[in-house]
């Protein structure tokens, strides 16, 4: 697949199939990450891949992890939030509820990736150390793509319960955990959710 048709096609996947993705490919996916851009070229990315027999096990905590994410906010608000995701559809047709499935099940992915960094206190390193996870992340996406595997970027589940995911994981202290990736090959096929007009974001200067 050419760069251009993958960067236009690639699609968050919420729903995999259970096939197994072998080990030899996610480490190939790996390498694509790891060949990202880093300010100075720290490559300060780390990953943890988990199988699907953890995941399982991890249920309860992405449970909660989706409870906390959707306290405190109006249930307005939430859908309204998620109206642009493509949501693999359930029985009732309750979004909502097809994000709590998704995020407790992350969708059947038979692999997820966490993506860790070193925990920094100069506030300008951490910036570029969490764009440089960004532009591996985005490699590994378009990477798996190109295989035919699927992924969704995920960020939710870290945003109350990042220590247990991270306990859980193995991640040690002086880590943080930015990022969990699910991997699999897609059980839906998600269409290209509405995306805004750049030309209405960008400025040119000194163009005619
Ligand atoms: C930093 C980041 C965090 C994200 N976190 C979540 C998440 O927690 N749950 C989820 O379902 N999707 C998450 N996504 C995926 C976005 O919802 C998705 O990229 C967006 O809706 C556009 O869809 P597309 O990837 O198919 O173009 C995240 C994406 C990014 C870049």
Redesign the pocket.
């Known amino acids: 697949m050419d760069v251009k048709t993958a960067i236009r096609t ?3 996947v ?1 729903k995999y199939q259970n096939t197994p993705v072998p080990k030899e490919l996610v480490l190939e996916l790996l390498e694509a990450a790891n060949l990202a851009p880093s300010a100075t070229n720290r490559q300060p990315w780390e990953f943890v891949v988990v199988n699907r027999s953890y995941l399982d096990r991890l249920e309860d905590i992405l449970k909660e992890a989706f409870r906390e994410r959707v306290a405190g906010v109006s249930e307005g608000a939430m859908r309204q939030a998620i109206e ?3 949501l693999p559809e359930e029985e009732d047709g309750d979004r909502l509820k097809a ?1 709590g499935t ?1 995020y407790r099940t992350l969708g059947g992915a038979p692999v997820a990736i966490g993506v860790c960094l070193p925990r920094e206190k100069d506030p300008w390193v951490w910036k570029n150390n969490i764009s440089d996870s ?1 532009a591996a992340i985005e490699n590994l996406l378009l990477a798996a793509w190109d295989q035919g595997l699927g992924t ?6 870290l945003k109350a319960r990042a220590d247990m995911i991270a306990a859980f994981l193995g991640v040690p202290p002086d880590r943080e955990l930015v ?1 969990i990736v699910t991997l699999g090959y897609p059980g839906h096929q ?1 269409p ?2 509405p995306k805004k007009d750049v030309a209405n974001k960008t400025r040119w200067l000194g163009f005619d």
């Open positions: 690639r699609r968050s919420r642009d995701l493509s994000l998704f960004a969704c970027w995920m960020a939710g589940p990022a998600p290209m959710p």
